[in-house]
């Protein structure tokens, strides 16, 4: 059968490394045509090299409004029919020892630009009455994580947008999909200047991550969470009181305590 994605043209962010770079070629296979986007454009060219379909790259950097100004005139006579808000970053260490920009930084990329990104190119899909809309959001966003307290802040805005904007949108033919992945094996805790080794030796691989990513959207999923021990996880943080989880996660996260880590 043929995918909900074929002929429709798709706007990935964040796709010159990890996730993003692991959703596309399974995104080329399926969909019309693809429109890739990140600050680093010969990354970008090296993902979009092997891909079986058309492909249109933007170098834009969305921790910044200019940036998300540029992808947006870029994008002015472009049909979008599927946006995935997938770039995002995080800021690892004690609060305070973040300077003020690194963190309005990462708010405009994780929350921003991405709600920006939605608000402009779901005019015209409501107008189609068709079109589709995956954010990801993270598993860091369904409860508070020490020595990452303003990015796990920044995916609960994500994960409660997707929430209730797809609540929203029930009924229009636009579908509203959540990804929240746990760990996963990319460069993210080392650009979020967080010792890796650990955490990844517990992680996923980007590859299974993106592959549930677009099954989402296929099956308009509400919440779609890779990997088993990640959905026990979020059975269990309704459940079991925060006097017993926060503990946890502060052992869990504790080497994110040392950040940054370069
Ligand atoms: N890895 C995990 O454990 C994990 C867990 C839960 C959720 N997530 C989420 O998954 C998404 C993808 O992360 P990842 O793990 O694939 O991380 P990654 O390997 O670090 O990739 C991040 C992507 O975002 C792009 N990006 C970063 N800063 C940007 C900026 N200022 N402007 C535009 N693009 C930017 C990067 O490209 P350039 O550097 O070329 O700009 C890259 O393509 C993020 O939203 C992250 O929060 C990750």
Known sequence: MASWLAGR??????ASEGIG????PILAQRCGRLILTSRRQDRLDKVASPLSCPVRSIAADLSHPAGL??????LEAERVDVLVNNAGAGLGGPFCNREPEELAAMLQLNITSLVMLTRRLLVPMLERRE???LNVGSMAGFVGVPWLSAYSASKAFVNNFS?????????????VCLLAPGTTRTGFFRSAGI????LHRSGQDPEVVARLAVEAIEKDARLAIPGLVNRWQY???????RSVVLPIARWIFRG???APHR
């Open 195 to 198: 010792a890796e080794e650990k």
């Open 21 to 24: 770079a692991a959703m596309a």
């Open 69 to 74: 100004d540029h992808l947006l005139e870029a």
């Open 131 to 133: 079109g589709a809309v």
């Open 163 to 175: 929430e209730g904007l797809r609540t929203e949108l029930h009924g229009s033919g636009v579908r």
């Open 256 to 258: 994110a305590r040392e």
């Open 9 to 14: 043209t798709v706007l990935l962010t964040g």
């Open 235 to 241: 059975l269990a943080l309704k459940v079991v009181p």
